[in-house]
């Protein structure tokens, strides 16, 4: 293959110009730890899925 794509010297040019961007703190919980609190209230306690029921007086 001949050539190249882009000189060596203008690697990672564009990467070391874009400003930081801090992570956003999580609001819910990692996937993994959702679904694991999901099966357990779902399978294991067997409660019923959706809105609760509305209490009628």
């Known amino acids: 293959m001949p050539g190249s794509h ?3 010297t203008k690697a ?5 110009q874009t ?4 992570g956003k703190v ?3 919980p990692i996937p993994r730890l959702r679904n694991r609190r999901n099966y357990a209230k779902r399978i294991l306690k067997g409660t019923p899925a959706g809105q609760p029921k509305a ?3």
């Open 6 to 8: 882009g000189s060596l």
């Open 55 to 57: 209490v009628r007086r």
């Open 12 to 16: 990672g040019k564009v990467r070391s």
């Open 26 to 28: 999580r609001v819910t």
């Open 19 to 22: 400003p930081k961007v801090e």
